[in-house]
């Protein structure tokens, strides 16, 4: 069974930081590319960072370059996304996605974790 289950999520004025970090299970995840999603309250989700299965490149939202940054330990089956300089408009649910279209389309989505910017 797939599983993604993101953490590290919560509370933090604007200029804080947050490591997320996402386990994955059920999937072999080095043969999967993996995305951060985010979605707030009244907007469409939206696709914030991506990294390949290898780990080899990444590609980031414009609004978050120089601030976040997308990795992954394929030893550890899990993904992270380091926030640095965080702003009110980060506050949102956090998602993580795996993706793959080897041998057949596979995207599977965690339930996501909580991401609150606020002074």
């Known amino acids: 069974q797939v599983q993604l289950v993101e953490s590290g999520g919560g509370s933090v004025q604007p200029g804080g930081s947050l490591r997320l970090s996402c386990a994955a299970s059920g999937f072999t995840f080095s043969s999967y590319a993996m995305n951060w999603y985010r979605q707030a309250p009244g907007k469409e989700r939206e696709l914030v960072a991506t990294?390949?299965?290898?780990?080899?490149?990444?590609s980031y939202l414009d609004s978050v370059k120089g601030r976040f940054t997308i990795s992954r330990d394929n030893a550890k089956n899990t993904l992270y996304l380091q926030m640095n300089n965080l702003k009110p408009e980060d506050t949102a649910v956090y998602i993580c996605n795996a993706f793959s279209v080897t041998g057949g389309l596979y995207d599977y989505y965690g339930k996501g974790t909580q991401v609150t910017v606020s002074s």
């Open positions: 990294i390949t299965n290898t780990g080899g490149s990444t």
